[in-house]
C-alpha cells in the first residue's frame, strides 16, 4: 500500500533551535536508509518560496507571493511516497524520521487508488 509521509515543522517552535529542528545531514543520512530499503516511489523538499492562490470576497482569483497570510504555525518541508505493506510500516519509517524529532511531526495519509 502506498503511503504519504508529511514531514511536517512548526514556526518559532523553541524545541527546534536555532536551525529548525533536525539537521540537514539527519535528513541525508534517512534519505539515504529510506532509499536503500527500496520503498520509495518519489520524495520531495520544498524551498521557503511560496505562491497563494485563493478567491477574493468577489470570489475573484487572486494570486498573491508576499502578504498577508493567515498566520500559519505549521509547514510541509518535504515528504516521501512510500510502498510498504501495511500502516505499521508506514508508522516504523516514520518513527525513524529525524521529521518526527522535537520540533516536527511526520503526517502519514494513505494514497487513494484512484
Not at 43 to 64: N, Q
Amino acid at each position: 500500500m502506498k503511503y504519504a509521509l508529511l514531514l511536517m515543522g512548526h514556526v518559532d517552535d523553541p524545541a527546534c533551535g536555532d536551525d529548525g529542528g533536525a539537521s540537514p545531514d539527519e535528513f541525508f543520512a534517512f534519505d539515504e536508509e529510506i532509499t536503500r530499503a527500496g520503498v520509495v516511489v518519489s520524495s520531495f523538499a520544498l524551498e521557503d518560496e511560496r505562491v497563494f492562490v485563493h478567491s477574493d470576497d468577489a470570489g475573484e482569483r487572486v494570486v498573491a507571493s508576499s502578504g498577508p497570510f493567515a498566520e500559519v504555525r505549521e509547514f510541509v518541508g518535504g515528504g516521501y511516497i512510500i510502498d510498504v505493506a501495511d500502516i505499521d510500516a508506514a508508522i516504523e519509517w516514520a518513527r525513524r524520521s529525524p521529521g518526527s524529532a522535537p520540533g516536527g511531526h511526520v503526517e502519514i495519509r494513505p494514497i487513494a487508488p484512484y
